[in-house]
């Protein structure tokens, strides 16, 4: 089970912190992604991380202005996102998988969704 926090309001250009926290089976034997759903729209692909942290990849709606990290220790992972833009403003879900495809991740790859953490960017 999985339980994303840290969402809140910001204004744009601004930065927050998400954390992802996980329960259940060991932690670091799955791939993790960050995933957002806009209202209105599909849930897509933010960004994921292998069991190891070294292998990441992000969309390009973020890259250069999120970092996803994990601490396996404390089954958790993060996304920093800074430079905020209103675009950004979704609610915020993680995922685990047993298949890291990079920048190809895919929603159906994933699963153990938990309730998600809202994020709201203003002008």
């Known amino acids: 089970q999985l339980q994303a926090s840290g969402g809140g309001l910001v204004q744009a250009g601004g930065s927050l912190r998400l954390s992802c926290a996980a329960s259940g089976p060991p932690f670091s034997t799955y791939v993790m992604g960050w995933f957002r759903q806009a209202p209105g729209k599909e849930r897509e692909f933010v960004a994921v991380i292998n069991r190891s942290g070294v292998s990441i990849n992000y969309a390009d709606s973020v890259r250069g202005r999120f970092t996803i990290s994990r601490d396996n220790a404390k089954n958790t992972v993060y996304l920093q996102m800074n430079s905020l833009k209103q675009e950004d403003t979704a609610d915020y879900y993680c995922?685990?998988?047993?298949?890291?495809?990079?920048?190809?991740?895919?929603?159906?790859?994933?699963?153990?969704w938990g309730q998600g953490t809202q994020l709201t960017v203003s002008s």
């Open positions: 995922g685990a998988s047993r298949y890291y495809s990079g920048r190809d991740s895919r929603v159906a790859d994933f699963g153990s």
